[in-house]
């Protein structure tokens, strides 16, 4: 096994650009081609240190996809690499008028069930949610790009409130098919 850098960064252990788009294919591929190359099973008759490296290699592989591989993970880590910490990304202000568009959304959310349609307004309701949360990413990666981190950081935690409403709508959305069943 070649020695593991466990210094290298992300991208760099996939070979990659540093920044917010990333060619998710070649991610893909360069993911399962480490995994073949770090398998376990390659190293059973291996000394119990290159055993030891290669599950811990892998763990590391596996960290860094699924952090790349999501496009709010993959932001708050480029934030994370140019400097900034969760606490100070998760401390960006936030105005008023998102707040409130936050607010006005939960409570869509709530009164879902109750509707004639709920289905109809739950799907109309995601398409809304999805449609914000890629303006987002289409303003982190504006901001980041320019090296406006401060932006940037709003944007993420922005995201962050959006992905967490996705969340619960798809909650929703999988108990109503349950009930349907």
Not at 148 to 158: E, F
Request: charge should be negative.
């Amino acid at each position: 096994m070649p020695a593991p850098d466990f210094h290298r960064n992300h991208f760099q252990l996939f070979d990659l650009p540093v920044g917010y788009g990333v060619d998710l294919t070649n991610l893909g591929e360069r993911f399962r081609h480490l995994q073949r190359e770090l398998h376990p099973d390659r190293y059973a008759g291996a000394s119990a240190h290159e055993q030891r490296l290669a599950v811990q290699y892998s763990a590391l592989v596996n960290e860094a996809y699924a952090t790349l591989r999501k496009p709010l993970t993959r932001a708050l880590y480029l934030l994370e690499l140019a400097g900034l910490s969760a606490e100070r990304v998760a401390a960006e202000p936030l105005d008023g008028g998102f707040l409130i568009t936050q607010m006005e959304l939960r409570e869509k959310l709530e009164g879902l069930e109750d509707l004639v349609d709920p289905e109809s307004a739950l799907d109309h309701l995601v398409a809304e949610i999805r449609d914000d949360i890629a303006v987002l990413q289409a303003q982190f990666s504006q901001a980041y790009a320019a090296g406006n981190l401060s932006g940037a950081a709003g944007a993420c935690v922005r995201m962050q409130y959006l992905e967490k409403l996705l969340a619960e709508a798809e909650q929703i959305e999988s108990r109503m098919m349950d009930k349907q069943d």
